[in-house]
């Protein structure tokens, strides 16, 4: 048997398999945030594939955090029995979830929540509408959010969260210096900007326990210029591990990096794969956490190396999921075909106008 089928734990989750799908936004999503029947029948698709661990799509712990339209929320206690109805679902199934807990700060959906969105720090360029800098009051207020997010997390059933803290979301904006301008303690060193990920960390255990299920999303750098760095990113992971992180899953790149887009897209050969592969290396050499590793990842083969190697311990998937929901099964039992996903990112502009993700060149050749 491959060492991807292998039974593992992450914290004491207990996981079939060391695929993950990576968190997606499904646009599927009622209009306040809750749970729609086509969302739900989305994710029962995902464990009936096999996924080991689904990560559910980035999910608003404020109304001023949402980044897009029908987009998963957890912000107030009425939408918690519609996600345990998730949950119970894909628990039927046989799958694990996870909930993404999230606020978008600068990338928030300002046409949607018509404020102004919330930064860690203004400066000129940031954006071409007024931003709000955070307070020391609005940041102690952001982190309980995160806490009150995770206990109804807990309450709906879901098997553990995962903080957001990659792609230039609001605590991604905390840890890159491109956006963090701040004079007091939480700018600066990363020491400081990673001051308000450690303070997440220790109220989500006061509030969810110390064995319920964490894990974080991290850029292992920014690739734009006077971003998140390397070796600033392995420190804040380290401060993550101590603060009582289950495991890392490593991405990389801002919703504004130009130089990430290419990486993303005409992904034909496996030396396109796993593009973050050299970041997880020497993450892994120098962190005991798991790291799970999304990026590109279209081939078994690549996987497999990833673990066997020892640059990853789990392998984390987006788009190939979207066009083939069952890819997992499909290896676990033989056909090792690489995924059908064609990496031309046009499963997204569905969901924009208001039908939810799918795989529009599927649909096309299909007819």
């Known amino acids: 048997m491959s060492i991807l089928f292998e039974s593992t734990k992450i914290g004491n989750l207990e996981l079939k398999n060391r695929f993950v799908r990576s968190a997606t936004w499904e646009g599927l999503a009622a209009e306040d945030g809750g749970v729609s ?91 071409e509408s007024p931003r709000k800098e955070m307070t020391k009051a609005d940041i102690q207020t952001l982190v309980s959010s995160f806490a009150d997010a995770a206990a109804r997390a807990k309450e709906a059933g879901f098997d553990g969260v995962q903080i957001h803290s990659a792609h230039g979301y609001l605590l991604s904006q905390f840890l890159s210096p491109y956006f963090n301008r701040r004079e007091d303690e939480y700018g600066g060193e990363i020491q400081n900007r990673c001051r308000i990920h450690v303070e997440i960390c220790k109220a989500l255990r006061e509030t969810v326990g110390k064995d319920y299920p964490l894990l974080i999303k991290l850029n292992c750098r920014d690739f734009t210029e006077n ?20 495991a890392i899953e490593l991405s990389g790149g801002l919703l504004t990096s130009p130089k990430m887009s290419p990486s993303r897209m005409g992904i034909k050969s496996p030396e396109k794969e796993a593009y973050f592969r050299e970041d997880a290396l020497r993450f892994k050499k120098e962190i005991s956490l798991p790291i799970i590793l999304v990026g590109g990842i279209r081939s078994f083969e690549i996987a497999e190396e990833m673990v066997e190697s020892g640059t990853a311990d789990y392998l984390s998937m987006s788009r190939p999921l979207i066009r ?44």
């Open 37 to 127: 029947p086509e969302l739900k029948k989305m994710m029962i698709g995902l464990a009936e594939g096999g996924v080991g661990l689904i990560i559910s799509g980035h999910t608003y712990i404020l109304p001023e955090g949402q980044a897009t339209p029908l987009q998963l929320g957890v912000y107030k206690d009425e939408l918690v029995p519609a996600l345990k109805d998730m949950t119970d679902a894909v628990h039927e199934k046989g799958g694990k979830i996870v909930m993404q807990l999230a606020h978008a700060g600068n990338f928030a959906a300002e046409h949607l929540l018509k404020k102004r969105p919330r930064v860690p720090s203004l400066f000129e360029g940031l954006a």
């Open 227 to 246: 971003g998140l760095e390397a070796d600033d990113s392995l420190t804040a992971a380290k401060m993550l591990a101590a603060a009582g992180v289950d």
């Open 324 to 367: 083939e929901p069952h890819l997992i099964r499909r290896w676990k039992e033989g056909d090792r075909r690489k995924a059908e996903c064609l990496s031309d990112n046009l499963c997204f502009r569905p969901g924009f106008a208001g039908k939810g993700i799918y795989c529009v060149s599927r649909e096309r050749e299909s007819k």
